[in-house]
């Protein structure tokens, strides 16, 4: 039969009693399948981090500025990354890092959410920002 419609006998399930076969063209097979799995891969949502830094001892108006691209970032979908970088002796300051980490959190609570407390790693105390859905 598959000759005579000049298609491919392919063998569906091979462990059946009798085995399945199925009538079809092979290669168009494999092209609808390879497609599917393209536009499979294309909805996938792709996690994109924006990084912000700040200093222990951030200016007003600079962390507003921050602020604002922070925002700007969640509303796109992407997950925010905010660290403060102590250059020096400023690593003595760590309760202040801290303060204006939290700070932040809570201005962009609106459009997103803080993954965990902030941690200090080194010289750098930081914390991940995930955008409401």
Known sequence: MADQYELDLVEISPQANPPVCKVMDYQKFLYEQKKKQKEIKQKSAKIVIKEIRLG????????????????????EGCKVKVDVFFKGRSIVYKDQGELILLKFAQAVEEYGKPEQLPKLEGKRMMIVINPKK
Request: net charge negative.
């Open 56 to 75: 222990p001892q951030t200016d007003d108006h600079d962390f507003e500025f921050k602020c604002n691209h922070a925002i700007r970032f969640l509303k």
